[in-house]
């Protein structure tokens, strides 16, 4: 038995009508912010909240265990998998079943990968290392919300292990000091991170552990006397307005966690304190129904989000309205058939059997998701065999440009072993054999105008040299707006010395950039600077228009409604950042207007439709939402130059 230091206790094993609201707060924000629901731009608070009343539970859990003697972590980790696993089998299961029926191959395999990831809680690590420039949409990852299961249960392992060493080796009073301290350096770290590396900070748990054990100082704070009924009431009244200011006044465009987390955590952790049993707040019945089914809820709601997406329904109302309904009564159902049935039934059996059971079931998951992961799949799905053949064929077309079909584009985050220097990044396009006479800058969305770039200048009848890597806006400065530890960086890097060193020697030099985000990062004065300098030498400065930037990837919606014979309808998808792309065309339509630059507008480079004609069927242009493909590169600059409409930009060229 472990030495203890005796505390005056408030029942700390009891039912609190307050955490189980709070789960309803947290919950309805991430669902509504999810569905897109206005007034809830912020809703993904609603994971930092459950995160601190996770740390608040299970510090109360092993403390109170160890002061008693009677903690076991075998104990602790089964109560915990008991808790979790039953629902998040028979959700990965649902969804390898729907996917068997619905899902093209490429797809389904993905949702395969991440079924195997989520059963093994590292989900988060694989969301984090698939978050680079290509990312498919987060809209197409059918368990992506899984990412904070993980961070949970990793912080479920390391914590009992961590209090346990403190408090054998050292004393009871410094689990207390050791816990705040590595909390203190969380925060910091999240702090940093978040700035410089904002994809390993959003989901690993070194830059997410003092949210967490932000609740569990908020157990240790009240756990001997409870708070004075007006102070709390006040105190409950703060926490609610900072929780519902986040939900309200945060966006997915700020940087997250970091500091700006403290104010939803810190509105937790002041709920927590307060203690209140019969709050307005999260004693109401709907608070209570929607906490006890908050898991089920958050589980399920993701799925439907992704269905809606791939139906391009997510922006109709309606829909909306009906999938909150239906994610609420799976919710409820899930709760009463699987949740609560499975602790019973869990809770009457042996710990041998526990662990027995709860491994073969999820062992039975997995084997079937890896089987469909490195399988060859005979599916019987709804499009007859040649349709789904053409549409496995336009997949194989539909990519993004780049050295190994015969583009200049490179990628640099995607070289198994990556060579920094201009030898490499340097490229052709155009009639080869000829000195180039242009040259086409930027990042990966100049890259896939190399196509169209390709095209028009053998039209011309010239050359023109590529200089195209990721994560590398036009620019002569050190600014990036992805990190600065990305290998693709340091290319960067030369690709801006050799743009200030050469372009001297160009008649002419096309930019082309990832518009939108760089208006919202505030980098447009930058873009102004590098075209004032390239027209300062003399050279004539063209900008190529982005595509439409889509909040989904529309491909992959065209390709799952192809395959299972079900219409697709590219218009009335969501494209808000487009609101941001536009802004900066009025800034170059303003720089054209005073002389700087030719400005290649959207319309002039694409269909109106948004897609071409391919085997009687409309290809979008789009690859993932925000690129083009090859084969739409090809298709634009088809039209480009039939209808004429490169002489008006390049009638001197030649």
């Known amino acids: 038995m472990l030495a203890t230091t005796p505390t ?54 092993i403390v109170s265990g160890m002061e008693s003697g009677n903690f076991s972590f075998l104990q602790f980790y089964l109560a915990r998998a008991r808790r979790i696993i039953p629902m998040l089998l028979v959700l990965c299961f649902a969804l390898l079943i729907f996917g068997w029926f619905w899902l093209p191959e490429q797809n389904y395999k993905l949702l395969a990968t991440h079924v195997v990831n989520t059963l093994f809680f590292i989900s988060n690590i694989k969301f984090w290392r698939e978050s680079g420039y290509f990312d498919a949409s987060s809209h197409e990852k059918w368990l992506l919300h899984t990412w904070s299961l993980s961070v949970e249960w990793q912080f479920y392992i390391i914590l009992p292990i961590i209090i346990f060493v403190l408090w054998k080796f050292i004393n009871y009073k410094a689990v207390k000091f050791a816990l705040f301290a590595l909390g203190f350096l969380s925060l910091c770290l999240s702090i940093y991170a978040s700035q410089r590396w904002p994809s390993a900070a959003f989901y690993l748990l070194p830059t997410r552990m003092w949210e967490m054990l932000a609740g569990g ?36 465009s700020i940087v997250w966690p970091g500091s700006n987390a403290l104010l939803p955590v810190a509105g937790a952790v ?55 309904v239906a994610t609420v009564i799976l919710g409820e159902l899930s709760l009463k058939l699987v949740e609560n049935p499975s602790r019973k039934v869990f809770a009457k059996l042996s710990t041998t059997s526990n662990l027995v059971y709860i491994s073969l079931c999820t062992l039975v998951v997995g084997v079937l998701a890896l089987t ?21 064929k336009i997949q194989s077309f539909h990519v993004m440009p780049n050295r190994d079909n015969g583009y200049c584009f490179y990628n640099v985050d995607g070289e198994s072993d990556p060579i920094i220097s201009m030898e490499k990044s340097v490229c052709k396009l155009g009639i080869k054999s000829l000195k180039p006479k242009g040259l086409l800058f930027g990042d990966s969305f100049a890259g896939h105008y190399e196509p169209f770039v390709d095209e028009v200048a053998k039209k011309l009848g010239i050359s023109v040299d590529s200089v195209t890597t990721n994560w590398c806006f036009p620019s002569l400065t050190d600014s990036t707006n992805g990190t600065k530890t990305r290998v693709a960086y340091k290319q960067c890097l030369l690709n801006r010395e050799y743009l200030k060193d050469n372009i001297s020697k160009y008649d002419f030099v096309i930019f082309s950039g990832i518009w939108f985000d760089l208006y919202r990062k505030g980098y447009q004065n930058e873009i102004v600077d590098v ?66 630059i030719k400005f290649i507008k959207k319309d002039d480079i694409f269909d109106e439709s948004d897609s071409y004609h391919y085997n009687g069927i409309e290809i979008p242009y789009s690859l993932d939402g925000a690129h083009i493909s090859v084969d739409s590169s090809l298709m634009a600059a088809k039209r480009f130059i039939e209808t004429g409409v490169y002489k008006k930009y390049f009638s001197d060229t030649k």
Do not use: C
Not at 32 to 51: A, E, M
Not at 302 to 320: D, E, F, G, M, R
């Open 372 to 392: 469909v992961r490195h399988s060859m799949l005979d599916r019987d799905i709804m499009a007859d065999k040649e349709t789904v053949e053409l549409y496995a």
């Open 531 to 596: 075209i004032k300098y390239a027209k300062s030498k003399g050279v004539k400065v063209y900008v190529m228009a982005s595509p439409t930037q889509y909040d989904i990837n529309v491909f992959a919606n065209f390709i799952a409604a192809g395959v299972n014979d079900l219409p697709f309808r590219l218009k009335g998808n969501s494209n808000k950042k487009d609101d941001d792309t536009q802004k900066m065309d009025i800034i170059f339509s303003q720089l054209e207007q005073d002389g700087y």
């Open 8 to 61: 005056q206790k408030i029942a700390s094993n009891k039912f609190r009508n307050d955490i189980n609201g709070l789960r309803a707060w947290a919950v309805i924000a991430v669902v509504l912010y999810h569905f897109g629901v206005p007034g809830f731009s912020g809703g993904f608070v609603g994971v930092d909240i459950f995160f601190v009343i996770s740390g608040f539970l299970m510090t109360r859990i």
């Open 217 to 252: 100082m908020a157990w240790w704070v009240t756990r001997r006397k409870a708070m004075p009924e007006t102070l709390a009431r006040y105190t409950e009244v703060i926490g609610i307005v900072f929780i519902s200011a986040s939900i309200v006044l945060f966006n997915s």
């Open 270 to 324: 002041l709920v927590l304190i307060s203690e209140r049993q019969k709050s307005i707040f999260t004693a109401n019945i709907i608070a209570q129904k929607l906490g006890a089914s908050s898991y089920s809820i958050y589980l399920w709601h993701w799925p439907i989000v992704v269905a809606l997406t791939y139906l391009s329904l997510l922006s109709n109302y309606k829909w909306v309205l009906l999938a909150l």
